[in-house]
Nanobody, 118 residues
Framework: QVQLVESGGGLVQAGGSLQLSCVGSENHSRLRLIGWYRQAPGSQRELVAN???????NYADSVKGRFTISRDSAKNTMYLQMDNLKPEDTAVYYC????????????WGQGTQVTVSS
C-alpha cells in the first residue's frame, strides 16, 4: 500500500522556522512527490508550493520569498522549508504525490499541524 508520511510540524512563534518532510513508500519513478498544500479551519485546501514536470518550483504568492520546496528523489523525500512564519500560515499541511501505475493517481499524506503564535 502506497504511503506518504509527513513530519516536522509543530508550534512556533511568528518569525520562526520549521522544516516539513514527506517520505514516500515507493521510488521516484512510481511515486512522484509533487507538492505541498495546506488547509486552515473553515477554509479550503490550497496550494502552497509544487514542483513542475521539470522539477522547477512554483509558490503561492502568500509564501514567496519565505518558503522553499525541494525534493531528494534518491531518498523518496520532499521538504518544505518555512522561514519567517506568520500566524496566517497556521494550518494542516499535506503533501501530494502522483502514483504512476496503470495510469496516474493522486495520493495524499495524513497531514501535519503547523501553528504559528503571534
Amino acid at each position: 500500500q502506497v504511503q506518504l508520511v509527513e513530519s516536522g510540524g509543530g508550534l512556533v512563534q511568528a518569525g520562526g522556522s520549521l522544516q516539513l518532510s514527506c517520505v514516500g513508500s515507493e521510488n521516484h519513478s512510481r511515486l512522484r512527490l509533487i507538492g505541498w498544500y495546506r488547509q486552515a479551519p473553515g477554509s479550503q485546501r490550497e496550494l502552497v508550493a509544487n514542483l513542475d514536470s521539470d522539477g522547477a518550483p512554483n509558490y503561492a504568492d502568500s509564501v514567496k520569498g519565505r518558503f522553499t520546496i525541494s525534493r531528494d528523489s534518491a531518498k523518496n523525500t520532499m521538504y518544505l522549508q518555512m522561514d519567517n512564519l506568520k500566524p496566517e500560515d497556521t494550518a494542516v499541511y499535506y503533501c501530494k504525490a502522483e502514483l504512476r501505475w496503470f495510469g496516474r493517481h493522486e495520493r495524499w499524506g495524513q497531514g501535519t499541524q503547523v501553528t504559528v503564535s503571534s
